[in-house]
């Protein structure tokens, strides 16, 4: 089958793209390659990728309506798996018009693109911050999410709600993906693993936030892209059982879900700090901080919709993830 891949150039794009490439599968991804991280570790996972025939790379920004309906005019995708995103809870507070212009205007330009090529499924990333407020636990998609807590979960819940119209519409087959912290090698450098390892090897301090009384259901990222293929291998139905009267936000009669895929394992933050410790040799010099506006302090996923439909469940333990990611850092910054 022929993918597209946005945000192909990114740390969850990457690892997909790979993978599908791997199985055999064509991939065009697609990256505006943004300086919202270093762009350098975007443009060597760009460079794994590129060795493979199967692949190929265009730098374009999804926000850009004539590019976009260029590319769809010039390829006939299967799928779309769209990840390209304005990342991060707290930079949302900084540049709100960043998320605006990526992750809605951005996200429109996908659905136009799917709706008016006939891709037979559209998936897309959402987010565990679309919980928001919400206290009851495990999260669970037939949950209510309606008081987002950033600017960022707000986008994410907005997406669930354009796909959820252009599935009742056009009949788009679309699948939102909630993922819960992604973590794993070639990780995002704005993300906890990644700043703590930096700082515990060269012996500065980290910023341990809330006093270190968080709580995050990490997701190892093979984890993540093993949930995403099978998901994107099922296309949607509506479910025939929908009832306006009792609204389940997670299906519709239109061919729409909605999917958490998290590790259903939450862990403290100092644990995760201990098994970063573990797995460098070394001792944390810890700042503890309150927690940041935007922050929630748990996160927890119900993972079994994820598992009844496609007979997967993330399983990855902590340490286990942990130490691949530091063995991965350790090798990269010493070329």
């Not at 199967?54 to 976009?68: P, T, V």
């Not at 709600?161 to 819960?180: D, E, I, V, W």
Request: with cysteine.
């Amino acid at each position: 089958m022929k993918f597209l891949v946005t945000g192909a150039a990114g740390f969850i794009g990457y690892h997909l793209s790979k993978q599908l490439l791997e199985r055999g599968d064509s991939v065009v991804g697609i990256d505006n390659l943004n300086d919202y991280y270093d762009p350098q570790l975007k443009l060597d996972r760009l460079k794994q990728l590129e060795t493979q025939s199967e692949f190929e790379f265009h730098k374009i920004d999804i926000a850009d309506r004539a590019d976009m309906e260029q590319l769809f005019e010039a390829h006939q995708f299967d799928r779309v798996v769209h990840l390209a995103a304005q990342a991060g809870v707290r930079y949302s507070l900084e540049n709100p018009h960043a998320y605006i212009n990526s992750n809605i205007v951005g996200f429109l330009n996908i659905l136009e693109g799917c709706r008016h090529h006939k891709i037979k499924h559209l998936s897309y990333a959402s987010s565990s911050s679309v919980y928001g407020a919400n206290t009851k636990q495990p999260f669970s998609e037939k949950d209510n999410v309606d008081h987002p807590v950033s600017l960022y979960a707000a986008s994410k819940k907005s997406n669930e709600l354009m796909a959820h119209t252009y599935s009742h519409l056009y009949g788009l087959p679309t699948t939102g993906l909630r993922f819960f912290t992604v973590y794993g090698p070639w990780g995002r450098p704005d993300m906890a693993l990644f700043k703590f390892t930096k700082g515990i090897l060269n012996g500065t301090p980290i910023d341990v936030y809330n006093n270190g009384d968080m709580y995050r259901d990490f997701t190892y990222i093979d984890d993540i892209v093993e949930g995403v293929i099978r998901v994107t291998d099922q296309i949607p139905e509506g479910n025939a059982e929908w009832s306006g009267e009792n609204p389940d936000p997670s299906s519709s009669k239109a061919p729409y879900k909605v999917f958490n895929i998290g590790n259903n394992a939450p862990v403290k933050l100092m644990e995760f700090v201990e098994a970063i410790e573990n797995a460098i040799g070394k001792p944390a010099i810890k700042n503890m901080m309150p927690i940041q506006p935007g922050d929630v302090p748990s996160t927890y996923a119900d993972a079994s919709a994820l598992q009844q439909t496609t007979n997967f469940k993330p399983n990855t333990p902590i340490n286990e993830g942990v130490k691949q990611f530091v063995d991965w850092y350790k090798l990269y910054f010493s070329q």
